[in-house]
T-cell receptor, first 113, second 112 residues
Framework: EAGVAQSPRYKIIEKRQSVAFWCNPI?????LYWYQQILGQGPKLLIQ????????DSQLPKDRFSAERLKGVDSTLKIQPAKLEDSAVYLC???????????FGSGTRLTVV | KQEVTQIPAALSVPEGENLVLNCSFT??????LQWFRQDPGKGLTSLLL?????REQTSGRLNASLDKSSGRSTLYIAASQPGDSATYLC???????????FGKGTKLSVIP
């Protein structure tokens, strides 16, 4: 089966600019997650979708981050305006539910200068 | 709140050695535990998924064990190779939740 697709792979922007990331999960996976991974840390959950509804966005900095999942399939994560501390790898994952585990995409490495 | 700890934070071994990576978690009410591999700046590759009812899982040179009652898992890598150099992360879904909580990882370097 095809994996989780993410784009772009790399992005460099200046602070205060905006950026968007795209994710296409595995076909049929109802649950989609966005994680942020800062260098040297484990990934931290930003938002969880079940189909096209938000299950948990308690750790999403809503003053600058937004996310949506179109028709319960693709998802976009946006940052506006970006700060230096947003430099990280943004990971998208999908799951068909427990106990089946997660599949992660290859990530987007964001550098804010 | 689930917390995951991985020891050691970094490990350097000569090629051919067998090695063990450790993972501990605070809440034993888990569905499963998953081990991932991450190359620098890249995404996560799933290595092994152990269900809560299982004691261990094997894939090639990798063997992962799970002791739910003590909140521990180990990842055993046999006959290590330079290509095994990466960061290894363990993760568990929180109690009553499908959201993964990760450790900070163990950075493995296998020296030729």
């Amino acid at each position: 089966e095809a994996g989780v697709a993410q784009s772009p792979r790399y992005k460099i922007i200046e602070k205060r600019q905006s950026v968007a990331f795209w994710c296409n999960p595995i076909s049929g996976h109802a649950t989609l997650y966005w994680y942020q991974q800062i260098l040297g840390q484990g990934p931290k959950l930003l938002i969880q979708f079940q189909n096209n509804g938000v299950v948990d966005d308690s750790q999403l900095p809503k003053d600058r981050f937004s996310a949506e999942r179109l028709k319960g399939v693709d998802s976009t994560l946006k940052i506006q305006p970006a700060k230096l501390e947003d430099s990280a790898v943004y990971l998208c994952a999908s799951s068909s539910g427990q106990p089946y585990g997660y599949t992660f995409g290859s990530g987007t490495r964001l550098t804010v200068v | 709140k689930q917390e995951v700890t991985q020891i050691p934070a970094a490990l350097s071994v000569p090629e051919g050695e067998n090695l063990v990576l450790n993972c501990s978690f605070t809440d034993s009410a888990i569905y499963n535990l998953q081990w991932f591999r991450q190359d620098p700046g890249k995404g996560l590759t799933s290595l092994l998924l152990i269900q809560s009812s299982q004691r261990e899982q094997t894939s090639g040179r990798l063997n992962a064990s799970l002791d739910k009652s003590s909140g521990r898992s180990t990842l055993y890598i046999a006959a290590s190779q330079p290509g095994d150099s990466a960061t290894y992360l363990c993760a568990v879904p929180g109690a009553g939740s499908y959201q993964l909580t990760f450790g900070k990882g163990t950075k493995l370097s296998v020296i030729p």
